[in-house]
Each structure stands twice: as C-alpha cells, then as structure tokens.
C-alpha cells in the first residue's frame, strides 16, 4: 500500500511559483533587516557604553580589517581556511545530531514505552553544560571528529528531537486507521504518513540545528581540536589580536545567518510542493 502525500501527482497549482518567489523574497528581506538591525545595534552599543576604541571594533573598522588594508588579502585567506574547517566540524554535528533525533523520534512515536528512557536522557545531556562535559568526552573519544560530531550532536539533539516528536504524532487517527484497514502496520503508518506530516516539524529542526552545529563545533574547536574559528578567536583574544578577533565573530555570525537563510530557502521550496498551505506555516 502507499500513501498519496498532499499535492502529489498533481499539476502545479496556479500561483505557486509566485507565493513561492514571494515567500523567499520575504525571507531575503528579513535576513537583510536582521542583519542592518544588528550593524545598527553594534554602533550604538559600542558608544552607549563608551567602549575603548582598542577593545571594541566598530563595523568600519572590521570592514577595513578584512577589505581595506596591506594584508586583509592574506587576512581573508587565513579566515576562508579557518572557516572551512568550522564548517566541516558543524557540517558533521549537524549530520549526526539531526539523524539521531530522526531515529530516536521515529523510536519513540513507535515504542511509547522507549520514550521514558529516551528523552530524560536528551533532556539531561541539553542541560549539562558542554564545557563540563568537554574532558570526560575528550577521555572517552578523543580529540577528532567523533569528538566534534558528539559535541556538536548534543546541542543539536534535544529540541530537534522534540520538535520531530511532535510532527511524527500529528498523524489524525481518521489517516492512521484508514492505512491499517487497507492492511498497512504502525510501521507503514510512521513511513507513509508520519514523515510526510513531519515535514514542517522536520525543517523546523534544521533551521534549529544550523546554529546549534556551528555553536557546537566552535566549542569542540576551542576545547579540543585546536582548529578552526573557535580556536583562532581564543588564540588572537590571548595575543590582544582584538581587530582579529572581532573580524572572525563577524564571519562566523554572517556565516550562520546565511546557513539558516538557506535553510529556510530549502523548506520553502520543499513544502511548496505539497500545497500552500504547508509552505506557508
């Protein structure tokens, strides 16, 4: 048996691709508001509380940082290299923690009685702090990638998973019994209907688990590998390397906000294709 999802095999509706260009545009403009808020934000900041120049990087003077001085060709080189290996340590948190919490949600929706032994556990490791944490993992797994995909899996772990629960439930009884009196099982219930009810609560998770990589591989960075961005902003902190410093958080901060732009790009496109609605939630 299978299941028909919404809007599947069927024609494009009329004015489809239209909400869709609308809903990106929308998106585009609040990344842009969002990111003009902040600029706004910082320069105000930095002179309501009388920040020394020395200390406190205006955003022209981190723009000339990267783009306006004899080395912010070499400087950007530098941070590209850095960045890249940010991004490939949250790159492999954010795979490991989203498919853990698909499959410890798919679990626990099937196996209610796994439920009480599941999500104490996510709930008790999103509390502990990470840097407490840090030297028991480092002990147990070392100091690589598996470090890295744990560190960053943990912060990702709990509210996707939460959020993913939630989806997969929003089965209706009516469609549930309709696909176990045509001979389907729990299972094909879950396969055929709950993940496809999911999908909202599933990009949801994403948009959640952008950040919360980045966030976890800056910590395994500073607290472990000694690589990428969050080591480099330690090590220039410790040199009062402060114009360095500030010229990374703004990269990895811009870089974020276009990761969970994209993000949002991909979910609009996706739930567009089955129906207004769905997209527009």
Do not use: C, H
């Amino acid at each position: 048996m299978t299941a028909v999802l919404p809007g599947a095999g069927q024609a494009p509706a009329p004015g489809r691709a239209g909400s869709l260009l609308r809903a990106v545009l929308r998106q585009v403009g609040t990344a842009v508001l969002v990111l003009a808020v902040v600029v706004l934000l910082w320069t105000v900041l930095l002179r309501v509380f009388d920040v020394s120049p020395y200390v406190g990087k205006t955003p022209a003077e981190v723009w000339t940082t990267l783009f306006g001085e004899d080395d912010s060709a070499e400087l950007r080189a530098e941070i590209g290299a850095l960045l890249g290996q940010t991004l490939l340590d949250a790159g492999v948190g954010f795979v490991a923690g989203l498919l853990s919490a698909v499959v410890l949600a798919a679990v626990v929706v099937r196996y209610r009685l796994l439920e009480g032994a599941v999500m104490p556990v996510a709930l008790v490791l999103q509390t502990v702090p990470l840097i407490a944490l840090a030297p028991i993992l480092i002990l147990a797994v070392g100091r690589g990638y598996v470090l890295v995909a744990t560190m960053s899996a943990i912060v990702v772990l709990f509210p996707a998973l939460v959020n993913i629960v939630l989806g997969l439930r929003s089965v209706t009884p009516q469609m549930r019994d309709l696909v176990l009196v045509y001979g389907g099982s729990p299972s094909t219930v879950l396969r055929r209907v709950g993940f496809p009810s999911a999908l909202p609560a599933l990009f949801a998770s994403v948009r959640i688990a952008v950040p919360g990589a980045l966030t976890g591989a800056l910590l395994a960075e500073w607290l472990a590998t000694g690589k990428g961005i969050g080591y480099a902003v330690v090590s220039a902190a410790g040199r009062s390397q402060n114009a360095r410093v500030w010229a990374l958080v703004v990269v990895v901060t811009v870089t974020a906000l276009v990761l969970y732009l994209l993000a949002q790009l991909v979910e609009a496109a996706v739930l567009s294709r089955f129906g207004r609605a769905e997209a527009a939630r």
